[in-house]
Nanobody, 126 residues
């Protein structure tokens, strides 16, 4: 079973930056697009960002463009999410996810992703 594990969350102040990390399976990580989603208290899970299998293309939710940067290191089977200028509205559990199909470019929806990590909590105080 594919396992994804996030790290890097925590309690921070508004204006701070965080870098989330997700480690995936070494054998197949480089074959799949990867994504980040988040779920705030009382809200549905929402798409944040995604990156193609080779890292050539990244795409973002409109609400995070300019502050979030997704990247990957296939040699280390790692996915990253750099979050700058955090606001209390960024408070959520952040999940990494692997696309259902290898290669290609998944859409910005959780239906395109088939494997999920357990999440890492990000809490931003004002």
């Amino acid at each position: 079973q594919v396992q994804l594990k996030e790290s890097g969350g925590g309690l921070v102040q508004a204006g701070d930056s965080l870098r989330l990390s997700c480690v995936g399976p070494r054998r197949t990580f480089s074959d799949y697009a990867m994504g980040w989603f988040r779920q705030a208290p009382g809200k549905e899970r929402e798409f944040v960002a995604a990156i193609t299998w080779n890292g050539d293309d990244q795409f973002y939710a409109d609400s995070v463009k300019g502050r979030f940067t997704v990247s990957r290191d296939n040699a280390k089977s790692r996915l990253f999410l750099q979050i700058d200028t955090l606001t209390p509205d960024d408070t959520a559990v952040y999940y990494c996810a692997q696309a259902k199909l290898p290669f290609g470019r998944p859409g910005p929806s959780d239906v395109a992703f088939g494997t999920w990590g357990q999440g890492t909590q990000v809490t931003v105080s004002s």
